[in-house]
């Protein structure tokens, strides 16, 4: 059984047009409720030819209601049942759409005044912005206040301005706006499903509840804090406007009412522009520093000269290190002493017993040396 309702100009499917609907729709999309329940059958009297009668203008009422329903809901012109599948809904995520500004009553006019090219098309005014944001040429629309209807002006020059004559002479066409495409306001279409950050979260936002597609792409174009909405569709309500931009589409992850995601295209944040780095100037010469004057050291004593014995082993210094040093292969402890006290430039000894030694040829000696033939580590006294 079909039943159809006709209301404020509103085109709406019983049973089989719920049945056709549900399985067009995507999973996120319900099934549309019945306007109204059907009336029970009365009781029938009829004979088996009138039976047959009777099933049969049924059953082509039930078909002339699914072509009405589909005709007056997907409208025409291109605008096919394969159109409105789940890959429509997620194809050409890079498609723009564009901001329509409403620029005075009647059909559109070029900027001279001349009337541009045009075509009718039986379609709702969510399907003629669509139309015109794919044809690089149209520049605006008209749209009917009945059910459907749209007339689209091409200007491959330039744009168009309102003031023409009424596109058509029925009362649902009067004072009716030519809405010019605006070149200004761009929209990036980023794919399927709500907007989302590039981190992957719900970017801040303004939720629209009861807005349809045309009025949150507008409210979008008319404010600068807004870079990208979210619509519903498919006789859904509402729309988000997103407040950052940088965004990309959720997907399936993030459906919501058949939406997609677009973004500002100059919400896009620009590379910044990097400076050259400063020319950093050559370091300034380091002062030319004077060498420090040698020191000479001061001459041992010589002569009737005293020794200390400050402890067993060679003789070393406070840094460890190696000596300048005289070595004598044979000879007694006396025999280097005398040696010694009779050279400035000796300030101490260490003899071997088994003849022989070293003359320490340099100041500041202390013990602690390596053994060496058991001597010990003898030193000027001052």
Known sequence: EVILKLRSGTCIGGLAGRAFMTNMMPDDFPLLPATETPAPNPPSALTADGRKVRLFILSAGALFAVAFVATCTFGNNGYHLDKMSTNALTEEAEQKAYGYRNVGKGGCLLPNGGVPKNWYSGIKE????????????????????????????????????????????????????????????????????????????????????????????????????????????????????????????GGRNHKWNVCSCYMKEESMPPMPKVPPLPTVPPPAPLPTV?????????????????????????????????????????????????????????????????????????????????????????????
């Open 126 to 249: 969510n399907r003629a912005q669509s139309s015109c944001d794919n044809n690089p040429n149209c520049k605006g629309y008209v749209v009917s206040s009945g059910c459907r209807g749209a007339f689209l002006y091409e200007n491959p020059d330039g744009s168009v301005k309102g003031g023409g004559e009424q596109p058509k002479a029925s009362y649902t066409w009067r004072n009716q706006p030519c809405m010019a495409k605006d070149l200004n306001m761009v929209y990036k279409k980023k794919g399927y499903g709500k907007c989302i950050t590039a981190e992957g979260v719900e970017p801040l936002h303004e939720f629209l509840q009861d807005a349809d597609e045309m009025e949150v792409r507008k409210r979008c174009s008319n404010d600068p804090t807004c870079m990208g909405f979210s619509a519903a569709t498919m006789n859904f309500k509402g729309g988000y406007l997103w407040k950052v931009g940088n965004l990309k589409a």
């Open 290 to 382: 004077a060498p420090m004057p040698t020191v000479p050291p001061l001459p041992a004593p010589t002569g009737n000269v005293a020794y200390t014995r400050l402890g067993s082993g060679k003789c070393t210094n406070a840094m460890g290190t190696k000596l300048e040093y005289a070595w004598l292969g044979r000879g007694s402890e006396k025999d280097l002493q005398k040696k010694c006290s009779e050279d400035d430039t000796c300030y101490g000894y260490s003899a071997s017993r088994y003849g022989g030694g070293l003359l320490w040829k340099e100041g500041g000696l202390q013990k602690g040396g390596s053994s060496w033939g058991g001597c010990s580590c003898m030193v000027k006294k001052a």
